[in-house]
């Protein structure tokens, strides 16, 4: 329960190309939208809504209505959000902020997991264990010593690739731990073109 908000209720309809976005943002999974790039500290704009998804980027169309439940359906790269009248009283920003995390988090569940077994067979590495678990400005670290990875599931604000890119640099720290030219060397080994999706993510943390 969030400000008079059961996120459990939010009914979702999809229709789009990506069967595994539109496989987890389906019924009783929670909604979520952005207005800036994830990390961005730029104000919130409401008036030009916008959520990336993977790299994509979706734009907004938010309404309420005499309804009882809220609803988003999901099409040709927008979403209709819809929402009970009485959600007039909640702070948009509150709503947004939480609907944004709960979404990015059920993506990351599938999305994380299949980019950690890749380059798992790729590098023949693997940690003890990881969690996908929010870290304030920081995409991923590596507890070398406990040999533990830590993925912040707002990852899925980007695309494939970058996110395959912070894992396999999060696996090249479980062989060297400081970012020597062996380190470097490794991750060109795996990822020849790394740098363009290092320089896509700018001075974020990981």
Not at 104 to 132: C, F, H, N, Q, S
Request: hydrophobic share 40%.
């Amino acid at each position: 329960m969030f400000g008079g908000i059961n996120m459990s209720l939010l009914k979702v309809k999809t229709v789009t190309r990506s069967r595994s976005v539109a496989n987890t943002i389906r019924d009783n999974v929670c909604a979520s939208f952005i207005n800036n790039a994830i990390f961005i500290n730029n104000p919130v704009n409401y008036n030009v809504r916008t959520i990336k998804i993977l790299g994509v980027k979706h734009s907004i169309n938010l309404y309420y209505k005499n309804v009882k439940t809220p609803t988003m359906n999901l099409k040709n790269q927008t979403l209709e959000i819809i929402l009970p009248n009485k959600y007039k009283k909640i702070s948009e920003e509150q709503i947004l902020k939480v609907l944004t995390q709960k979404l990015y988090d059920k993506i990351a569940e599938t999305e994380i997991e299949k980019i950690m077994e890749k380059v798992r067979i790729e590098t023949g590495l693997a940690p003890e264990d990881y969690e996908i678990k929010r870290i304030k400005k920081s995409l991923a670290n590596c507890n070398v010593e406990n040999s533990f990875i830590t993925i912040n599931p707002d990852i899925v604000a980007y695309d494939e690739k970058t996110i395959e890119y912070v894992i396999l640099h999060e696996f090249c720290h479980l062989k060297y731990k400081i970012r020597t030219k062996n380190f470097w060397k490794m991750v060109r080994t795996y990822m020849p073109n790394y740098e363009q999706y290092a320089v896509a993510l700018g001075n974020l943390a990981y």
